[in-house]
């Protein structure tokens, strides 16, 4: 479900990096008041192992799409909302600066979709208020899989508006919101069983983390066995399961776009308004917002130059100077690789 | 799990890279994270059918590639295997899009496959830059930037934690995949309960070490701030670096200079 760069537009990305940012101040704010030592390294490797398992995608059956592990209720549960919300930013920001997955400008967008939603509403409205202070088995299983799902629901929601705000993609709200959320409710349900499983196992195998997660403990954890055990088991499960299904299909997110991008054809380019107006206008429009199905009006403004312009002509001229421009960047390239190798020897 | 290897081990890899001493290893790693910061909005900006204005953009990769003696193939097959996302989101965009945008002769080619070409030269010019920040920077550098430019040290931390941790990981990983081939004679389809296994083995094998990783640091003085080796100055050389390649997005954005060269070239012919 992570956003791409492809997918967005400077100001829906800035947008949300100003957001995402402002969560993880204040989130790093309220850690650091009562930072327990020993957490640095277990957010650490809770991080690594969320990462490995959302590697792993599984087949969501009949649908012939397939997504991965969110993971922020594990961690929010485990966590509690500040930490878990600082884990997480941590896992996409790897997962965009070294497999692209995303990119770094939408990379605000993942945060909040996938971060927020889990750890600031679903965690504390959600699984809190069921499963309360006093945890039972059925409690768990009901609490994780209503936020879970909820979680989902909110992040499928949030690359909607993300993508429709954007304009990039021709969408109609409405069918691409009847596509994203059956979709993401099954894979809640998926991660809300998953999660439960996880959280109900390191409650019998360690209570106390349970239950001091909301507000973090004063209280040394001395010894990580009974929980390293519970984690370790569910690795075995996990892997076992999700490795089953794990396909190559794609995930949720590009299963809906697949079946919404736009049907409407575009209009022929239009003869738009010139003058010295459009002109400055298109200059000026550094961070255009782009509107998808009227491309030719903004491009109007361009006048002769406009690429999407039918004429043998322009097309000729265009391709001439995209192989000089390519040309001239090889060369650069060639010749500064050439000038600072001899520099060394 | 062979995607997980790759993946991993193409992490350790880009790590390598940034050890090198080249002028753009030596600039400071703020002024490399604010341009490609500048780059990638520049690019990502451009209209949905702009392809002539997006090429000149491919001057900054090739300038850093060739100034940080980075390895090109590798670079290119790191963007290929993220490629497959945006390409399947792209490639729809023929299907859907068939007005004829643009006539090669007898050839007219449709506005969907000029916006799934835009697509997919976005994609490799946004993924090689992130790509070129780390290979030429290191993701410590990048983390102690993040930290002097106003990011929270605790998640700046975490980041660095949760990659030290995957390498822990990776390394745990391949000697264990490793071991299980020597041993099966290159047996396909590793099991279900193999697998499990091996899973629940590295994870409690890597707990086990970062807690042991976590007690060093403590008895080697580590008191929650990460020392960096190279301190920061913010030299000449590095504002130069940052202004002019922001002026230069900013002159490719607003002028499409392929057009500009190939009408001046076809004038010239004529």
Redesign the interface.
């Given at each position: 479900m992570h956003m791409?760069?492809?997918?967005?537009?400077?100001a829906v990305?800035?947008t949300l990096w100003a957001a995402a940012?402002g969560l993880?101040?204040f989130?790093?704010?309220k850690?650091?008041k009562n930072?327990d030592e020993?957490k640095?390294?277990m957010?650490?490797?809770l991080?690594?192992?969320i990462?490995?398992a959302q590697?792993i995608n599984f087949t969501i059956p009949a649908t012939g799409s397939s997504g991965h592990l969110g993971g922020g209720m594990i961690l929010a549960i485990l966590l509690g909302p500040y930490a878990a919300f600082?884990?997480m930013?941590?896992?996409l920001?790897?997962q965009?600066?070294?497999?692209?997955?995303g990119?770094?400008?939408a990379l605000g967008c993942n945060i909040f979709n996938l971060g927020f939603f889990p750890c600031f509403i679903a965690y504390p409205l959600i699984y809190r208020k069921i499963v309360g202070a006093r945890p039972t088995q059925g409690r768990i299983l009901l609490g994780a899989m209503a936020a879970a799902i909820l979680g989902l629901q909110l992040g499928a929601l949030g690359v909607v508006l993300e993508t429709w705000f954007a304009g990039?993609a021709?969408l109609s709200l409405s069918t691409f919101l009847l596509l994203m959320l059956p979709i993401h409710l099954a894979i809640g349900i998926v991660e809300g069983l998953i999660t439960a499983a996880v959280v109900s196992f390191v409650w019998k195998a360690h209570p106390a983390i349970l239950t001091q997660a909301p507000h973090p403990p004063a209280v040394r954890v001395h010894s990580?066995k009974p929980l390293?055990?519970g984690?370790?088991?569910f690795?075995?499960?996990a892997?076992?399961m999700l490795?089953?299904f794990a396909s190559t299909h794609?995930d949720g997110l590009?299963w809906s776009?697949?079946g919404v991008?736009?049907?409407e054809?575009?209009?022929?380019?239009k003869e738009g308004v010139h003058g010295v107006m459009a002109w400055i206008q298109e200059?000026l429009a550094?961070?255009?917002d782009?509107d998808?199905r009227k491309?030719e009006e903004?491009?109007a403004g361009?006048k002769e130059?406009s690429?999407?312009?039918?004429?043998?002509?322009?097309?000729?001229?265009?391709?001439?100077?995209?192989a000089?421009?390519?040309l001239?960047?090889?060369v650069?390239?060639?010749?500064?690789?050439r000038y600072?190798?001899h520099g060394k020897g | 799990m062979g995607k997980i290897e790759s993946a991993l081990l193409n992490i350790g890899y880009l790590e390598t890279l940034s050890y090198q001493q080249t002028p753009l290893h030596r600039l400071d790693p703020r002024a490399k994270l604010l341009t490609t910061l500048v780059f990638i909005v520049a690019v990502v900006s451009c209209g949905k059918y702009e392809i002539t204005g997006l090429l000149p953009f491919i001057i900054y990769p090739v300038v850093l590639i060739a100034v940080g003696n980075l390895p090109p193939g590798y670079l290119a097959r790191k963007i290929l295997l993220a490629a497959p996302f945006a390409f399947f989101i792209g490639i729809f965009n023929p299907l859907l899009d068939r007005a004829v945008l643009v006539q090669l002769g007898p050839v007219g080619i449709s506005g969907g496959w000029v916006s799934f070409a835009s697509i997919m030269l976005r994609f490799v010019l946004t993924v090689s830059a992130a790509l070129i920040l780390i290979a030429g920077t290191g993701l410590n550098a990048v983390c102690l930037a993040l930290e002097k430019m106003g990011a929270p040290r605790s998640f700046v931390m975490q980041v660095l934690f949760l990659y030290r941790y995957i390498f822990v990981l990776t390394d745990e990983a391949l000697r264990l995949v490793r071991a299980r081939a020597l041993r099966s004679f290159q047996g396909r389809g590793m099991g279900f309960k193999v697998f499990s296994y091996m899973i629940g083995q590295l994870l409690l094998r890597t707990l086990d070490r970062a807690h042991r990783i976590h007690l060093a640091m403590l008895s080697r003085g580590f008191e929650g701030k990460i020392h960096l080796i190279r301190p920061l100055h913010l030299r000449s050389q590095d504002v130069a670096f940052f202004l002019g390649w922001s002026a230069l997005f900013v002159l490719m954005r607003w002028y499409n200079i392929p057009l500009l060269l190939g009408n001046a070239a076809a004038g010239l012919i004529r």
């Open positions: 791409a760069d492809a997918l967005i537009s400077p990305g800035g940012a993880t101040a989130s790093a704010r850690l650091k930072l020993h640095v390294p957010m650490g490797v991080g690594a192992f990462f490995a590697m600082l884990v930013a941590s896992v920001t790897i965009a600066l070294f497999f692209a997955d990119g770094l400008l990039v021709e990580h390293l055990l984690l370790a088991l690795a075995v499960v892997g076992g490795c089953w794609p590009e776009l697949k991008t736009g049907r054809e575009l209009a022929g380019p200059k550094f961070l255009p782009y998808f491309p903004e491009k361009q130059e690429w999407p312009e039918v004429s043998p002509g322009k097309s000729l001229a265009g391709i001439l100077g995209a000089m421009t390519l001239l960047a090889g650069i390239g060639f010749g500064l690789r600072y190798s | -």
